[in-house]
């Protein structure tokens, strides 16, 4: 059975924190997102990946990194968070090569800076 | 920018009843898919339904069908006979960018109530 894993449901962290956001598929994927998630909204992109150690930046970037160092795992990381990076964050994956191929997503972490 | 609109942020209908959310989008392939995707209380996002633009024909998934204008950029969502289990978000996606390597667009949400 398909699966996009992410390694918390909810976190609280502080400002000026580094947080890192982790998600995990084992669907042999090479495209893996990072989308944030609030309301009124919509999902918005915010880095993908479509290999190892390959990244592109998404519509809403700024005060986010990532990493991918193995193809089934992506990182989110927040250099210094914010209260204004408060959000769902949504990690997804889908193969590459299927135009139509759909986005498998992992359970979303929610994440509070205080 | 490709760009996908929700105008309902919420709508609500009564159990058994056919609800329709509504989606525009603006793209300028001339080959693209389109996606509904549902995302229920505390649980992962699906898919739904998908279209792919140079069929004529509607989707349709069971409960699930679409009506798609393509010369008025508009992808609606039908539920047929809503269940409780229909209850969630409902998000409308176009992919932008290479094939293969393609980001979703997605509008804003619609909030689907089921009322018993």
């Known amino acids: 059975d398909v699966k996009v894993t992410q390694s918390s449901r909810y976190l609280v962290k502080r400002t000026g924190e580094k947080v890192f956001l982790e998600c995990v598929q084992d669907m042999d994927h090479e495209n893996m997102f990072w989308y944030r998630q609030d309301p009124g909204l919509g999902l918005r992109l915010i880095y993908f990946s479509y290999d190892v150690k390959m990244k592109e930046k998404g519509d809403i970037p700024e005060g986010y990194s990532v990493s991918r160092e193995k193809k089934e795992r992506f990182s989110l990381i927040l250099e210094s968070a914010s209260t204004n990076q408060t959000s769902m964050y949504l990690c997804a994956s889908k193969p590459s090569g299927l135009a139509g191929s759909e986005q498998f997503f992992g359970p979303g972490t929610r994440l509070t800076v205080l | 920018a490709q760009t996908v609109t929700q105008s309902q942020p919420e709508m609500s209908v009564q159990e058994a009843e056919t609800v329709t959310l509504s989606c525009t989008y603006d793209t300028s392939e001339s080959d693209y898919y389109l996606f509904w995707y549902k995302q229920p209380p505390s649980r992962q996002m699906i898919l739904v339904i998908r279209?792919?633009?140079?069929?004529?024909q509607n989707a349709t998934e069971n409960r699930f069908s679409v009506n798609f204008q393509k010369a008025a950029k508009s992808f609606s969502l039908k539920i047929s006979d809503s269940q409780l289990g229909d209850a969630a978000m409902y998000f409308c996606a176009s992919p932008e960018g290479i094939q293969g390597a393609q980001k979703l667009v997605f509008g804003q949400g619609t909030r689907l109530t089921i009322n018993p």
């Open positions: 279209q792919e633009a140079y069929k004529q």
